[in-house]
């Protein structure tokens, strides 16, 4: 198959927050693809890391570095001449940015402004895709799906932080971008899993930690509802769309409608409980989770869901993955790679999920997994 049109083959790519973990599945993916991966990150913030886990460090080139320092971007930008451009560095926890506020604030929205002023200097073509997250819509808890146009906001300060950035990216895009060979879009995706992700205050996480300990899995917050996704289905998306903007031709796309923001979220059927997924979780590696609401915890959305019809209707794009197989695909990563020591280990068993993962999207006939329309 040719994914994304060979897009990704032999062009330079600058990945911020490649250290972490969406970034080190993108870096996996776009290292098949044939692409010169560069990175821009600080250290892995967990041990053990996937990127550690894949020996990218080896693989990439990588290159440590703070985003909130606007030298840090503009020289990681220049020194790659990048044609691909994926921002992911964030601070990317609800709970740790209410202890770390300023900072989150300073990441995430300033970190954002760095590198879109550093791209302005590029004279190439480049597509840039900045991630964000659906926490970045006013959320009014209410049961159908947010929208692109729909009003941002944030109650907590990563989801203001984001939503800030949106703003950020916005303005950028329509003041300095309009004409110009560096062309922007945002994206907003759903809550992902997939194996590798170590975070804490995680429930993926949690769960594997406390599986992996015999000890029953805490939930702080079993009735909240979110858009459980894998990491690929975004990821697939992010790919898609910057192949798109690169050349338009490929999904027979009017540029000015892709140079914006997209959804890229789960089917209905995905948005699921916390108690649901530990549930689902429990079916493929057997355990007990203990409920562990805490009345006086930091304020969590209750109710997140996100339409994909933008996303659907212009780059024919959708997921792939039903949530019974993104919990199997997930907890099958985790438990495969118990007895895993060498890199090439979890760079083949990751390289495979790939694969399937393309060659379901390719089963149903989405134009990324076949090279677009022409």
Known sequence: MTLFGSAFNGKRVLVTGHTGFKGSWLCEWLLALGAEVTGLSLPPGTT????????????????VGDIQDPIVADRAVQETQPEFVFHLAAQALVRESYLRARETFNVNAMGTLHLLEALRSLSNPCSAVFITTDKC?????????????????????YSASKAAAELVIASYRQSFFHNHPVKIASVRAGNV?????????????????????????PVRNRRATRPWQHVLEPLGGYLWLAALLANPALGQCDPSRIVSAFNFGPIRES??????????????????????????????AGLLHLSTDKAHALLGWQPVWRFPETIEKTVSWYSTTRSFADPRDYQLLTQRQINDYAAAAGRLGLPWSYGGSN
């Open 193 to 217: 899993i997939g194996g590798g992700d170590w975070a804490k205050d995680r429930i993926v996480p949690d769960c594997i930690r406390a599986l992996q300990q015999n000890h029953p899995i």
């Open 137 to 157: 819509y006013e959320n009014r808890e209410w049961i159908h799906g947010y929208r692109e146009e729909d009003p941002l906001g944030g109650r907590d300060p």
């Open 48 to 63: 053990p890391s996937l990127f550690t886990q894949l020996g990218l460090a080896g693989r990439v080139r990588h290159l």
């Open 271 to 300: 948005n699921r409980s916390v108690e649901q997924l530990v549930t689902e979780i429990l079916k493929h590696w057997p355990g007990r989770w203990e409920d562990k609401t805490d009345p006086s915890a930091f304020h969590e």
